[in-house]
């Protein structure tokens, strides 16, 4: 194991490129590596550069489809959404893309894995837990957390200047008035301009959805089927498209999910070190599976399971987001999870329209739900006499409470 | 206290005036009590028909006020949805009825409060445990459990011919295909053709929200302002148009949340007695709300006391479905939720359109959010090598859990 | 499925035996179930006289191992202690019994179950959530919630009456002033003279544990060794006595605790029927197995997988305690369970003193203690220093919220 | 507010009177702040010793009646017991200390507050947490932390070099072979030959409680009350000794507690910072009061209370662990505790002996136990047949899952 020889994540952008170069002129072995999890990036273009810049070796990963089915998947059947409202998007990609990185520096025989995220985000953490659970002897290179390196780079005006001292190209995009974030499940932007949770983000920002304003008049129907919480058929009953294999599937909901406008939040969040941050979020595909997901178990759950599983729910999310995915609490919750997403089967309907994922119907073959049962009118096996017991044992200590409280004299009734 | 006087919950429909007419067979003395919850109801025309009948005496109450700002806006502010999706319409107005009928029933000496639910639903539940929390001497009479009333009336061909017989009017509204309920804060429908949850429900069946498709397609901008997480203010950006009282803010709320399509859900649930249940709820002002405060809380609110807030939330909503408003454990939670209420200041800024309501701004003075700290490009108070600490704490117990598993041969790596 | 036939849990005392007679001359075939359970019984007695009243076959299981392996051990291994307190005893031999006697209505074509449990305990609620969960098609026989039954027996005397007038024998132990249960993890006493709290038991009331007033002078120490959290061998360190055979282990154990006078209780508790409960238990050992696991968790299990561990461990409880052994929502929080027992290996000492079982030492192969770690002499692998950015990050929301409460006037520091 | 002035938690010891001096030495002006909860010190000694050394002030500042009353037995009524086994008694005190910290901070202007505790374990967060809750601004100065100090102190060594070289006095006290920390709830023992967690502590290192094995051989019998789960009341049945004052009510049970050898504990416990650590701890008092206050939950306090409550609890622990006892968190679920405290009233016997604390009676004014209802004898309000509904009712989504098992060929009965 190499201790000068660290496997970077780079991502063809000017910080990772800075910070390649950096490393080459502290001495180090640079692995270049590049992780395809869905992004809009030239990834030839990246390992072109990662190489002329100096890279020892350049590895480009394409984790999309294992993203989808060993990540993406998992987190929407076991309801994970952070603080009742993020589905995580960015959270899902860290571990799999430091999954692969270790992999790498296993490969590589090198001692160390590095990464430029910032000292302020959740993003480090998520990486650098990932690599401690994962690799647990490697040494971390994180330069915005180093002394060193902060103190040469103090603001974007050494790193440009360092570029064009290096050599490095500088990518003639446009500065934008905010940083993004993405993948295939989701595009995240947040700081600069948003910075301000009072500013409205312009409708040019975004790229993946339209504005529901400007989606179609009309309503587009989908029917999703489940086999144990995980999507395995998404057909459109406009046109019969149909998409059974899971990326192609995900990556269709996306699409029409994006047409209409679906799954794009704004939103102030905590993050794990401490501080609140806003992003604004564009999730399509999976904001329609959560909301199927959350439809179908409707009629497929026990009740008490998902009483259980909805108290658990922030836990596992705070999992998710606070970069704790590959860690025994996760091995914990994911033995309750699976076993509650048994029999999860079914159809679910849903309207999608301006901006709106509406369930107007779903069918479960091995459904808790009976149409005699719940019937109103016709009796079925509930004998409507059983509920005066039910209640009368349900009242007995409300009943009790009340005369203690009236004895006790702090009830006046 | 008399023994065969009771106070029976009277709505001017064909059930609970047959069940009037019955209990006056049966020798009670009834007093007719009508609750104004914001139901669309002829409340005079329902007392002269309890009148005609032959109740005793006739209470008409109007409710509406106390229902807003005692039961509807504290569920709001604790984040109370039962099981992630419904906002619990009906189970905020059993409780207030059941009160007054307690207190009706105190007033009057009577020792018995009735009721005209079924023995199936969640609704006699309701009524039942407030009844034993607030007057647990009270005797409940609820006819739809008792063998003598269901073998006298085996189904709806019996009511009407007791009807006739006895001269009660039968409404002439058309046999409805379903059933509902409705309050200020939402309407539901359920039973009949609703039964099969494959069975999209058809657009006529709606009376308080458009359709989407057919709400204005203009987004319509409104600002609500919090004190405590309480609604105190109500502003249309559009037309200047502003709303303080509580009732008057609701009731505006709901005009415009109904007029852009907000606010409706096709669910299928889980009902304290056991069974599934399929409900179609239109709640537009307890949504914008609902909406509105968990992005205030976002800004506004500690880190922790969400999270803890966010594991309580399914047990709150579940006391408030099945029945327990008045019950020690809701006081028990209320303890805590107020507390977490305080400082929950600020304004949303919201767009309905087409049924959506999305927060697009928020302002809060007691925020917790400080844009130096969360900004990427200025450190401020945040020291970016704390974190490098914080992970490496947090990583240690996952480097130890992975050294023992792989030296426990359960890992490869 | 003979809609006449029951298979009776059969205890051979007075009350079950008036049941199978009464079911006789109600024109049931009655098949007599006697469970070995552990408990003090003659059970060829018991055999002998179901078939002097006319039990149509009977049927004598021993049940005790399968007890200890499927239902004791995995319940200590997950924590399982009511409201605290109780170790469950009585509750984890309920589904056990009655999922035996539903294999042999299976096996004899019977329809109906019954037991002799009263209608105000936990146990009925027990056996025929077991039946229901099992058996979803058998019909419960339950006389003492039978009307017919009630009327004809509404006290003791007229079981006496009863007993002498169709030759049942009556026991001839003493009438006793409470009354017991008891199998191989438990004994109870409960009712009668126990009913007053303010009342102790008599000394002589107890016959599995010597009070600790009369147990050893000397410390008894035993070591007892956990493979994935379930017991594999016990040791006497004094005289070096053995045990590996689950039941003998746990057998010996009973006895070695019993001895010292280890796991009595006195408490009250809450049925699930909405009653508080006096009971007296006597657990020695199943309450040195919990000392012991709680114990080694400390040093083998993962400080995050405990926290959820020990938030979930009411509901487990209380899943047990109420009845619901057989149900969607144990084999939800057993999947989590079983996780958290992987690597929970190891020895734990104790010391068996005059009614205390205390931890003294302990050792795990898997642990995730390390002396180097937490000395406080030795640096190991943890920098001090960087407990500086860990407690300044965790610091961040503490500062902003006092500064956020000063501001808003409610506070004066 | 004087940037170089500090309030130094200072204990009389070698470490925290190097730590003065050094201050000293870096040109701060050094308030010394000796807290009294409780520990057996000499105060006027360390007072004399602080100023020879240098101290600019000296507060020595009694807080040991503070600490029972708002500390301690607020956390015993709310059930807090750190993973299940550790009554806090540390955790407890760090709190009140660094408030009375920043207190003399802000008397004294001073800018900064500093303390010796090392930086490996919970108290440098404890306090640090507490300081940053209380005086967001003030600067923490905290040797043990300092690369400048640790550089200048790298062993024992070079402590005892310094303290020679600049006068301080070296306690004549023999190098122990573990630490301590004491206060009035408890005394802690760990690290040196505590480390290897199978090594039993001799008996002589203990000084509150006496080895079970040397207590009376009689049963002392004590009865304490309770008036809103705080105890106003202890009584020795025995010889009619009762205390009633807080303060000395506790000093009498650490007495009779210690004498009966009650309340010692030997646990592996997870710190805040990610280590497993092994502690020896003696609580006599506290131990007492938590069983009685659990004994006396048992017949007073609601049953869906207590299992909310019971579910809360380990965070409530975790919480003053971890530091946060000033937190918005701790004020969230103080709203809840307080709530569930209300009605604890009454009186609970006990029997210590021997390292026991039994109890064996209990009464409360406010129960909800009611012996009619809970008699098996006599029916009282409690119908039986009741129980057939209620069980009933719970059944049926048991029945309808095995049903759908079944179906769906998982399950062959």
């Not at 959740?122 to 990932?130: I, K, S, T, W, Y």
């Not at 008490?304 to 922030?314: G, Q």
Request: hydrophobic share 40%; with cysteine; net charge negative.
């Amino acid at each position: 194991m190499d201790k000068k020889r660290v496997v970077l994540a780079y991502s063809g952008g000017l910080d990772t490129s800075i910070i390649l170069k950096w490393l080459k002129l502290e001495g180090y072995s640079v692995v270049a590596y590049i992780a395809d999890v869905g992004q809009d990036d030239d990834f030839a273009e990246a390992e072109r550069r990662a190489k002329t810049i100096g890279a020892d070796s350049v590895h480009v990963c394409d984790l999309q489809r294992e993203l989808v089915t060993d990540y993406v998947f998992p987190a929407l059947a076991g309801g994970a959404i952070y603080e009742g409202r993020y589905l995580l998007g960015t959270s899902l990609a860290r571990p799999i893309i430091a999954k692969r990185q270790v992999e790498i520096a296993f490969e590589e025989g090198a001692g160390c894995v590095g990464h430029g995220a910032t000292g302020k985000g959740n993003d480090q953490v998520r990486f650098e837990l990932a690599y401690a659970a994962l690799g647990p002897r490697l040494e971390i290179v994180a330069p915005w957390k180093m002394p060193k390196f902060l103190e040469q780079f103090q603001g974007r005006r050494d790193m440009i200047h360092f570029a064009e001292e290096h050599g490095i190209e500088i990518p003639v995009t446009l500065e934008k008035s905010f940083s993004t974030d993405e993948n295939i499940m989701h595009k995240s932007y947040e700081s600069g301009v948003l910075e301000d949770p009072m500013h409205a983000p312009d409708k040019d920002m975004f790229t993946v959805c339209v504005d529901p304003t400007d989606a179609p008049d009309k309503v587009t129907t989908i029917e999703i089927e489940f086999k144990d919480a995980l999507p395995i058929r998404v057909k459109n009953l406009e046109d019969g498209h149909e998409e059974t294999d899971p990326l192609a599937l995900f990556t269709y909901l996306n699409e029409i999910g994006g047409k209409n406008g679906v799954g794009r939040i704004d939103i102030v969040e905590n993050r794990f070190v401490g501080i609140k941050s806003r992003g604004v979020y564009e999730t399509p595909g999976g904001t329609i599976l959560h909301v199927a997901l959350r439809d179908l178990e409707g009629i497929a759950m026990d009740k008490e399971v998902k009483r259980l599983r909805d108290v658990l729910a922030p836990e596992y999310a705070a999992i998710i987001y606070n970069g704790f995915w590959f860690s025994p609490e996760m091995e914990f919750l994911s033995g309750a999870l699976k076993q509650s997403q048994k029999l999860i089967d079914g159809v679910v309907r849903l309207q999608l329209y301006k901006g709106n994922a509406t369930p107007v119907g779903r069918y479960s073959p091995s459904s808790l739900y009976n149409e005699e049962l719940s019937s109103m009118d016709v009796a079925g096996g509930f004998d409507q006499t059983d509920s005066r017991g039910f209640i009368r044992i349900n009242s007995l200590r409300l009943k009790a409470h009340r005369l203690i409280v009236r004895t006790q004299g702090q009830d006046e009734s």
